[in-house]
């Protein structure tokens, strides 16, 4: 979309927003579902395997909270309740299944979790969604905490402190194939790619909607939408319901890959602060944006908890500069920087980009020598002295490396900030030419796109 | 889900034999202790253009809130073609056939122009809350937002986020989807505050061509154009309607040009 259309002659569809199918729709759908199928011939390891899972059914959980914080502006603090909630329907219904006292074949658990969570939202959301904005937000908060602990106080449903196990194997193997029983784990994913894909397309589809629409005006300007007809009421509840429902899928694929469900940790406030988050961090204002969060949220709480123990600080470092210096998120970041290029003007960035990753490297070098000294100090002193990081040899009682970390730190970050203030001055000035560009097109073509709305 | 036909709204269109388009009775407001709109009754046939005017804090922006369901009246009755509305929530209102605008820019920021638009036709067409459509789909809906887009002179800014416009086209767009779903009653408040004159007149062109035939109470300062827009014009002082009556008529009434129009004539003729 960033060719001006000459004139009006385009096709009908186009100019009414998102068109079902076209050739890119075509093309980024095709891609992403062959991503999807060779991942797992690429990244062959069991660990990679074992990401590849979590990530499936986490792009379904960040992409039904995004419905909510990204399209409704509801900031949601409970939405672990609704995949929670979905799970122990889904691990229920399994044992039940397995019993032989429900025909449920395993293929299907997925949809008993969303209609698990599609169950509770309506049950939840119904107080919730009266309410916008900070009460709002508080009203989930409340909630999520309830359910959490009331979850611990009937163990006979939730299975108290050990939580409730089962086992995907069961009935009869799928499509009547000996071999697909979804026990080894490459099957498992597959079945959680195949709910990956299907949920995903569903909630972009949800995007071009009439209520999709409304959602984004309700998020926008609340007030305006009650005097063009719509109950803003109406319109945030139907929306969280189906926002549960997909929670709820993404609950009971959860449910298949781990074969247990815990109410200590799948229902609680950690839990929905981590899909905010995750969420946030990929990008909020696009569609795309939570999925980037759901790879992030796999490699950190798998990749970055192995490296070091101080991973939930570097977390959280990481959060506050992107809420302070791109509140857009990764999403925002690739777009933003995409339409410079598409505007001719990413030329002076390549080396500014080198210089911010240099220098922002050395800087991290230094805080994170600091930061792993520190916990050496703290947790490990029984080990020695000796600390092992990014290859190197720290002696954590010999002031030269705290000295020499201090000033990596010290002369790294002082280098960065003189590199950021030129990047801000370049990107500024860059914004500038393209809004100018812009309006000159505008003017010119009496262009109807100029790569205006998103 | 799907597509509900809306039965027509109740206040389109000639109402025969002595109806009202809109009326209302001894309407009161009141906050705490402070009355604010103390015993409105205005009556106003269908296809009547009327202004409200009267000085800063009159109450005329009460009134207009009250009758759209955005406040609640204290006591008093309005009815929208015969039927009581007062007390109704704001869509309730929208849906039974009233629209309005507001005295500051009041649109959807973050959507294109095109989608604005598409937004207020949605409830009248009945797509109501259904998620199982496109709207790129949605003939209908997308024809009429394409000639509202016309209407309202904004066809060349169809992709453009509303906030990325100028006022004068913030304004126009206000005005659109106002008029989007097809009320037949509209009410603008203040509509050319903060304009030039020469857009206030063009402005004000645009809202007599795209009200033909619908009732229009509009809130308005600047004289020359309430007496060259409006069949009747209705003087709010203090919260009380003193008059209500034909340009003409209101001009010579001693009691408005007492209370108010003197001195607003000459804040007009001093270059306001």
């Known amino acids: ?454 | 889900m799907s597509r509900v036909p809306n039965p027509a709204p109740a206040a389109v269109g000639d109402i025969a034999g002595g109806a009202w388009a809109l009326e209302l009775k001894d309407l009161r407001k009141n906050f705490g202790k402070t009355e604010i709109i103390r015993g409105v009754d205005l009556a106003v046939r269908a296809g009547e253009r009327i202004a409200v005017i009267g000085p800063n804090g009159a109450g005329k922006s009460t009134l207009f809130n009250l009758i759209s369901g955005r406040l609640a009246p204290t006591s008093g009755e309005v009815r929208l073609a015969g039927r009581r509305i007062d007390g109704l929530r704001p869509y309730e209102i929208n849906r039974l056939g009233l629209s309005r605008s507001f005295q500051i820019t009041n649109i959807f920021p973050k959507l294109s122009v095109f989608e604005n638009l598409r937004c207020g036709v949605l409830w009248s067409l009945g797509y109501r809350y259904t998620f199982l459509r496109f709207l790129s789909r949605l003939d209908d809906a997308n024809a009429r937002a394409e000639e509202l887009m016309r209407q309202v002179g904004l066809e060349p800014k169809h992709d453009v986020l509303a906030m990325n416009l100028t006022y004068a086209e913030q304004r126009a767009l206000e005005i659109g989807v106002t008029i989007a779903g097809g009320a037949g009653v509209i009410l603008l408040d203040e509509p050319t505050a903060g304009m030039s004159k020469t857009e206030t007149a063009h402005f004000i062109a645009l809202i007599k061509e795209v009200t033909v035939g619908r009732t229009l109470l509009t809130v308005e300062h600047d004289m020359g154009v309430v007496f060259g827009l409006a069949d009747k014009i209705a003087v709010v002082v203090y919260g009380e309607v003193i008059a209500f009556d034909t340009p003409a008529a209101v001009r010579a009434n001693p009691r408005v040009q007492e209370a108010y129009l003197g001195s607003a004539v000459a804040d007009a003729q001093g270059g306001h």
């Open chain 1, 1 to 454: 979309m960033n060719t001006l259309a000459s004139g009006t002659a385009r096709p009908t569809g186009y100019r009414y927003g998102v068109k079902p199918f076209n050739a890119t729709r075509v093309l980024t759908w095709g891609l992403f579902a062959l991503a999807l199928a060779v991942a797992p011939l690429v990244f062959r390891s069991s660990l990679a395997l074992t990401m590849l899972s979590q990530i499936g059914y986490l792009i379904i959980i960040c992409l039904s909270y995004n419905m909510l914080l990204g399209q409704g502006g509801m900031l949601s603090f409970g939405h672990a309740v609704y995949t929670g909630l979905g799970s122990f329907i889904a691990i229920h219904t399994m044992n039940l299944a397995a019993k032989g006292s429900l025909p449920v074949p395993l293929v299907l658990i997925p949809l008993v979790g969303g209609l698990g969570g599609m169950f509770f939202a309506i049950l939840f959301g119904y107080v919730s969604t009266k309410k916008s904005g900070t009460t709002f937000a508080m009203i989930t908060l409340g909630l999520g905490e309830l359910v959490a602990s009331m979850a611990l106080m009937f163990p006979t449903f939730f299975g108290g402190e050990g939580g409730i196990t089962t086992n995907r194997v069961y009935g009869t193997p799928f499509l009547g194939i000996p071999s697909l029983t979804f026990g080894p784990q490459i099957q498992v994913y597959y079945l959680i790619a195949a709910y990956c894909f299907v949920c995903t397309a569903l909630m972009y589809a949800f995007t071009a909607t009439p209520l999709g629409r409304m959602l984004n005006a309700v998020r926008d300007n609340p007030e305006r939408v009650e005097f063009i007809g719509y109950n803003t009421q109406r319109v945030r509840y139907t929306a969280f319901i189906i926002a549960g429902f997909f929670a709820g899928i993404g609950g009971g694929l959860a449910t298949i890959n781990f074969e247990i469900v815990n109410a200590a940790d799948s229902l609680n406030g950690i839990r929905s602060g981590g899909y905010l988050l995750f969420t946030f961090l990929g990008g909020a204002t696009y569609f795309f944006g939570p999925i980037i969060g759901a790879v992030l949220l796999v490699f950190a709480s798998i990749l970055l908890s192995e490296l070091t123990k101080a991973w939930l600080l570097y977390l959280g470092l990481i959060f506050l500069f992107m809420v302070m210096f791109a509140p857009g998120g990764v999403a925002s970041l690739i777009m933003t920087n995409l339409r410079v290029a598409r505007f001719g003007r990413f030329g002076p960035f390549w080396a500014l980009y080198a210089g911010l990753a240099v220098t922002g490297a050395l800087t991290a070098a230094g805080a994170a020598a600091l930061v792993e000294m520190i916990y050496h100090r703290q947790l490990n002193a029984a080990l020695g002295p000796e600390l092992h990081f990014l290859g190197l040899s720290l002696d954590t009682s010999s002031a030269t490396s705290w000295v020499l970390a201090a000033a990596l730190l010290a002369v790294g970050g002082f280098l960065l900030e003189q590199v950021r203030r030129r990047f801000v001055r370049a990107w500024g000035h860059a914004q500038e030419q393209i809004e100018a560009e812009i309006q000159r097109r505008l003017r010119h073509r009496g262009g109807a796109d100029a790569g205006v709305a998103p």
